[in-house]
């Protein structure tokens, strides 16, 4: 809240609507998916600034998203009345707005009276209203409140799937996506691939086979194959659908078929395709090092290329940029996920994954993709809440299989000028002119000496040789630059240790789980859960020592009361232009 501040709403008085729409939105996103009731400051905050809003539907339009975040699923009877009055002023940007948060505020509650009566009421206004971007919110906020319902939400669906409007039977696609979201359902594929390859409206069929990434996110294996002949499409809109598929479902994988099934892509003749490839392969390749796939470097050195040139259009610039995001997310600590550790679907994941999508309508909703960030990191706590530093865990692997990437050293070329070569045809004129000007030279000071009659105190004049070159008759006609030939010796590289320690707190990938295991010999903290083998994420310890001295190597973590915050300073201005070197 602190570092919002200058951004929010200021005594009703707007001076930035903007900055302040922009700033609302954020603090919803800070404070999503808390669970239970939500935060109830944040919400109360939110919702006075919605009333405060007035008019201004761009105001109206960030407090609603913030809503809507703040209060995921928490089907706050008050709150839905409040955004549906948004809505129902058939204003184009704060509706869209509005339809979005309620169907955030209604997630997976389709099964609720509120929600039972509001689905009515919210398509019939979809038939009336004549905004696009409407009609888009509502399918979506309807797809959102059948999360997780499987069977139960196929009524809801064929009503979608069978409407006239496209965009309708847009949000019928993500509506399946919601609803058999990790399960892997026949039908529910049976059903995408039908959309896929009947459908008359591309924004269909690209939703159709996107869709088909989220309910089978659990079986990635079997995506590649499945929209391998949709990759081949003469539909740009099938073959960029296909491109998110994969990269949803085999999300930091480095799966090989994936991988041969998206490089190709990333020459497509169509800009948004080459956007989609981009993006689906840096998800794949998320905290990926090169050890593990070669395909890393060969893709980053490509998205520098794509950025660096200007002659690239602004769609494949944007993919390009965003890949290179992705691939960083979180100073590479952070993966998208859409499971938790024990294997449950994570709500907040999916959703904010689905909404990232929409940026084909909506750049700014890009951001909805930090709510699918899951942390990667092994944080070992003992009895008091604090870090033992001798608490550790062995990785049976070779350190380069998981290691951060290598940071890029600027090159400084050392180059020398080499003297231009002179034609010895240019010798000989200049040497003639130098004789002209020589005898010229000695007639005028023969011309002195006789007028004045006296001896001249001159030296007496040099002969005059021809002068001849002694390079080649070889035309170089400007400045060649020669690169100085370095001869270094060949080092030897060290063999690489076949496993490696990680101390608490360290990294700990998804990828590299199966490699770990706790040390034995010498550990004093093991984890509560005894049958824990492979210890991730925040572990509760138990130390063995209990009548034992005092262990003094411990960090201490400093303890935040409960609504306390605890806000990072911002970081330092700076300016930062694509393309300029550092001086």
């Not at 010798?427 to 007639?443: C, M, N």
Request: net charge negative.
């Amino acid at each position: 809240m602190n570092l919002l501040q200058p951004y929010l709403p200021q005594g009703g008085i707007s001076a930035s609507p903007y900055s302040e729409a922009g700033a609302l939105s954020a603090l919803g996103l800070i404070h999503a998916n808390k669970g239970g009731s939500g935060d109830s400051k944040t919400i109360s905050y939110l919702s006075t600034a919605l009333r405060n809003a007035g008019n201004n539907e761009i105001v109206q339009h960030g407090a609603c998203l913030g809503i809507g975040l703040a209060a995921m699923a928490t089907g706050n009877i008050n709150l839905y009345e409040d955004l549906k009055n948004i809505l129902f002023t058939d204003n184009a940007v704060a509706g869209e707005g509005a339809s979005l948060a309620i169907g955030l505020l209604l997630l997976g509650q389709s099964n609720t009276t509120l929600a039972q009566t509001s689905i009515p009421d919210l398509l019939n206004y979809a038939h009336d209203t004549e905004h696009e971007k409407i009609i888009r919110g509502l399918a979506l906020s309807i797809a959102m409140m059948v999360y997780g319902k499987e069977e139960s939400a196929d009524v809801i669906i064929e009503q979608l799937g069978r409407d006239r409007d496209p965009i309708i039977r847009y949000g019928s696609m993500y509506a399946i996506a919601m609803a058999y979201c990790g399960t892997g359902d026949n039908s529910a594929i049976r059903r995408l691939l039908h959309v896929a390859v009947s459908d008359v409206n591309d924004d269909v069929r690209r939703a159709a086979v996107t869709c088909l990434g989220f309910v089978l996110f659990r079986r990635y294996e079997t995506v590649p194959k499945l929209v391998s002949l949709l990759a081949e499409s003469f539909n740009p809109h099938v073959r960029y659908g296909a491109c998110l598929a994969i990269g949803i479902s085999c999300v930091g994988t480095a799966f090989k078929d994936a991988i041969d099934l998206l490089q190709p892509m990333l020459e497509d003749p169509v800009d948004f395709v080459r956007e989609g490839a981009s993006i689906s392969l840096a998800l794949v390749l998320m905290q990926i090092s090169e050890a593990r796939s070669p395909a890393v470097k060969k893709f980053r050195e490509h998205l520098s290329t794509i950025i660096s040139d200007k002659h690239q259009t602004m769609l494949t610039k944007s993919g390009a940029i965003l890949a290179t995001g992705i691939l960083d997310a979180g100073g590479r600590n952070v993966v998208v996920s859409l499971q938790s550790r024990a294997g449950f679907t994570k709500m907040g994941g999916v959703v904010g994954l689905m909404l990232f999508l929409q940026y084909w309508y909506w750049y700014p909703l890009k951001l909805f993709l930090s709510l699918s960030f899951s942390p990667t990191m092994l944080i070992g706590l003992n009895k008091d809440f604090d870090i033992p530093k001798s608490f550790n865990v062995k990785c049976s692997a070779p350190p380069s299989m998981f290691a951060y990437p290598k940071q890029e050293e600027k090159k400084e070329d050392k180059r020398e000028k080499v003297v231009t070569a002179v034609l010895s045809t240019t010798v000989k004129t200049r040497a003639r002119e130098a004789r002209k000007e020589a005898r010229k030279l000695g007639r005028v000071l023969s011309k002195e000496n006789s007028i004045s009659g006296a001896s001249s105190s001159l030296p007496p004049p040099q002969s005059l040789e021809r002068v001849h070159s002694h390079l080649s008759t070889t035309s170089y006609l400007s400045v060649e630059e020669k690169r100085p030939e370095v001869i270094e010796e060949p080092k030897k590289k060290e063999r690489e240790p076949s496993s490696f320690t990680l101390s608490n707190p360290d990294r700990l990938i998804p990828s590299q789980i199966p490699y770990i295991s706790i040390v034995q010999e010498g550990q004093r903290y093991v984890p509560v859960d005894h049958r824990q083998i492979r210890p991730t994420g925040i572990v509760i310890l138990v130390d063995t020592l209990v009548d034992g001295p005092i262990d003094d190597n411990v960090s201490k973590v400093e303890l935040v009361a409960l609504g306390q915050e605890e806000e990072a300073d911002p970081p330092q201005p700076f300016y930062w232009r694509v393309g300029e070197e550092e001086d």
